[in-house]
């Protein structure tokens, strides 16, 4: 039998408690890596998901902290918009996915797991990345550690500027 390690999972699955404050919010300019913060701008930023769907799962959202479409400015919206259309192109250009999931949850009946701040998830996706795992075995095989993906992606993401959009 083979066995599949992705060790930290454990801690999602264990810890009921959330993290306290917003995971979006200003963080210690320290600490970016540790968060997994790969992009902080003046209006957008894109960290990695620290439990993701799937390899290279991100997360772009507004610097400010909003919990819908309505509160974004147009400019924002742009900048917003524009980040989520330059971290596909990395995820491209880095780990070569043959699609991807993009989508946003507004409210926690839709499933937002963090309702107060408005952030897309970028997944991405190839042929048979589902398999008998998550269904037989409630769990998901993500293929690369964490810090491993921040290090591929983040010489991409400092090379980013929001006025690229």
Not at 53 to 78: I, K, W
Request: proline share 6%; aromatic share 10%.
């Amino acid at each position: 039998m083979k066995v599949l390690w992705a060790p930290w999972r454990m801690e999602y699955i264990l810890n009921n408690d959330k993290e306290p404050g917003c995971i979006f919010c200003p963080p210690a300019k320290d600490d970016l890596k540790e968060r997994l913060i790969l992009y902080w701008g003046e209006t957008t930023l894109v960290l990695m998901n620290k439990y993701p769907y799937n390899n290279g799962h991100l997360l772009v959202a507004p610097v400010r902290h909003v919990p819908n479409l309505d509160t974004l400015s147009t400019r924002e919206m742009a900048k917003l918009l524009g980040m989520v259309r330059q971290s596909v192109a990395i995820l491209k250009q880095v780990i070569n996915p043959e699609g991807f999931n993009v989508g946003l949850n507004l409210g926690r009946v839709a499933g937002a797991g963090i309702a107060d701040h408005l952030h897309f998830h970028i997944v991405p996706r190839w042929n048979g990345d589902t398999n008998f795992m998550a269904v037989v075995g409630d769990l998901r095989v993500i293929p690369e550690h964490l810090d491993q993906t921040f290090d591929r992606l983040s010489d991409y993401f400092q090379k980013v500027r929001e006025d690229q959009g």
